[in-house]
T-cell receptor, first 115, second 114 residues
Framework: NAGVMQNPRHLVRRRGQEARLRCSPMKGHSHVYWYRQLPEEGLKFMVYLQKENIIDESGMPKERFSAEFPKEGPSILRIQQVVRGDSAAYFC?????????????FGPGTRLLVL | DQQVKQNSPSLSVQEGRISILNCDYTNSMFDYFLWYKKYPAEGPTFLISISSIKDKNEDGRFTVFLNKSAKHLSLHIVPSQPGDSAVYFCAASAKSGGYQKVTFGTGTKLQVIP
């Protein structure tokens, strides 16, 4: 049973370019969460999605960031016009349902470096 | 506003001894608590959890203690092994906007010295 998959594992972008981060949840999981970890900091919640729905995007910057989880295919976190401050590790997690006591299973992360 | 705090950024322990990692929280609505372990260049992996109706949960070498009145929880690892060296994240969840939202602490880096 494959775990949460994220790709790419490493992504280098120049300022002003777009970054697309992909996350395939564990089989049978329909809930996806995105977190960001800045250097020397903890995990910061960004967005929670179910299939075709954004449930909570309170942690997402209002501009340049967007997320989707289509009916078919992986969840996508999109960062437009990247800036150096976007350099971080972005982790995706999935769970089978919305209850917090159900463990969130994390992917290996995508490390974004903005030059 | 950091609702889940891990005040010790790092901890060093001798192999075979006990490791105690601490976590404090401010939101009294948190009703479920978790510990995750993270190795470099990997995602966090779930370690152990505890419901707010309990004060202790044990799984092998790992025990989590919850003191609700003090809004404090701790993770005990006995005996500590070099493979336990990692960053440990404390997390807590509460109902928010119709779902259980998880908030993570900033992590404690544990080094177990052989």
């Amino acid at each position: 049973n494959a775990g949460v998959m994220q790709n790419p594992r490493h992504l280098v972008r120049r300022r002003g370019q777009e970054a697309r981060l992909r996350c395939s949840p564990m089989k049978g999981h329909s809930h996806v969460y995105w977190y960001r970890q800045l250097p020397e900091e903890g995990l910061k919640f960004m967005v929670y999605l179910q299939k075709e729905n954004i449930i909570d995007e309170s942690g997402m910057p209002k501009e340049r960031f967007s997320a989707e989880f289509p009916k078919e295919g992986p969840s996508i976190l999109r960062i437009q016009q990247v800036v150096r401050g976007d350099s971080a590790a972005y982790f995706c997690a999935s769970s089978p349902n919305w209850r917090g006591e159900e463990t969130q299973y994390f992917g290996p992360g995508t490390r974004l470096l903005v030059l | 506003d950091q609702q889940v705090k891990q005040n010790s950024p790092s901890l060093s322990v001798q192999e075979g001894r006990i490791s105690i990692l601490n976590c404090d929280y401010t939101n009294s609505m948190f009703d479920y608590f978790l510990w995750y372990k993270k190795y470099p260049a990997e995602g966090p992996t779930f370690l152990i959890s505890i419901s707010s109706i309990k004060d202790k949960n044990e799984d092998g070498r790992f025990t989590v203690f919850l003191n609700k009145s003090a809004k404090h929880l701790s993770l005990h690892i006995v005996p500590s092994q070099p493979g336990d060296s990692a960053v440990y994240f404390c997390a807590a969840s509460a109902k928010s906007g119709g779902y259980q939202k998880v908030t993570f602490g900033t992590g404690t880096k544990l080094q177990v010295i052989p």
